[in-house]
Structure formats: C-alpha cells, structure tokens
C-alpha cells in the first residue's frame, strides 16, 4: 500500500516537472501558431478528397510558420523545404535584403481562410485563395518600428512533394 501511494507521488511529481518545463515551448507555439480553415467544398474541376484537405490545411500553416520564422530571424534557411521553386527563390531574396538593411519582420497570426479555387485534374497543383488577418511588425533588432494589422490576400499554389504539399507560389494580391 506505502509502496504505491509512493509510487503516485512519484508520477505526480513527474509530470507536474514535465508539464512545468513544457510550458514555455507550448506559450512559444501558441504565439506562432497560424491558424488555417479550409474550405475546398467549390474546387474545380475535381474535389479535393478528405486526406488531401487535411495536408493541405496542415503543410500550408507550416509554410507560414516557417515564413514568419525565417523572415524574423534573418535566416533563409528556417524555410526549410516548404517552399519551392519561385516562392522560395522570392523570400530568400527578401530575406538576404532584409538582412542587409539590418531589419526584421515579424507575423502576428489571426487566422487564414482559405479556399481552394483550383484543383488539377492530375493532382499537380491547387490553387489557393487566401483571406489572412495578420499583424506585420517591421523591427530594427528588438524595438518595433512599424506595425500594420489588416486583412491581407494571397494567392498560393502548391505542389505535391514526397509526402508533403510545398508553397510553389505566394503572391499578394489586392483581394477576390
């Protein structure tokens, strides 16, 4: 009976630890998460089936993540394999001029919603419309300098890729 009550104290302890030495990498999420709802109920010319939606929907908040990550850092290599093709070509060109100036862009998350318009017959590419509300923060090492929150729209083509779905095109557009 000691022995188990013993026992329970002992896991209780162990995960009130683990728990506490998780909190902060689970605040640091919350902060960067990039909440994605997809609708691809009106994709031509074929649907989008069930399985595809949900990588779809998860590789694209990943993208951004990745994005964010990469642009606040200076670091062309957070985009990690993401991005492809022009996509990438485009943010690492934005981040090396960022670099250069000594500046730094941080994403403040509030919610994708996106559509997916387009859908190939082959299954090589969909095409998203993407309604984003975000705050851009412009810094200069740590000190804010500019801030714009608003209703941002992009335009993403995706291609798939091994077992993931990559960002081939992000492109910001002036609405749908």
Known sequence: ???RLHAR???FVFLVALIAGAAPLLLRAAETAFAVSLD???S???QVEETTAASLQRDYGHAWRSMAAA???NKSGLLGADFVGVAKEQLTQAIAEQGKSGLKRRYIDHGHQVRVVFYSPDGSAIELHDTVRLEVQLLDGNKIIHSDQGTFH????MTP???SWKVRLLESVSGF
């Open 161 to 163: 890729a091994e077992n």
């Open 71 to 73: 642009l606040e850092e």
């Open 40 to 42: 691809a109920s009106q």
């Open 1 to 3: 009976m000691r022995a």
């Open 154 to 157: 992009y335009l993403a083509l």
């Open 44 to 46: 031509q010319p074929r």
């Open 9 to 11: 104290y002992l896991l």
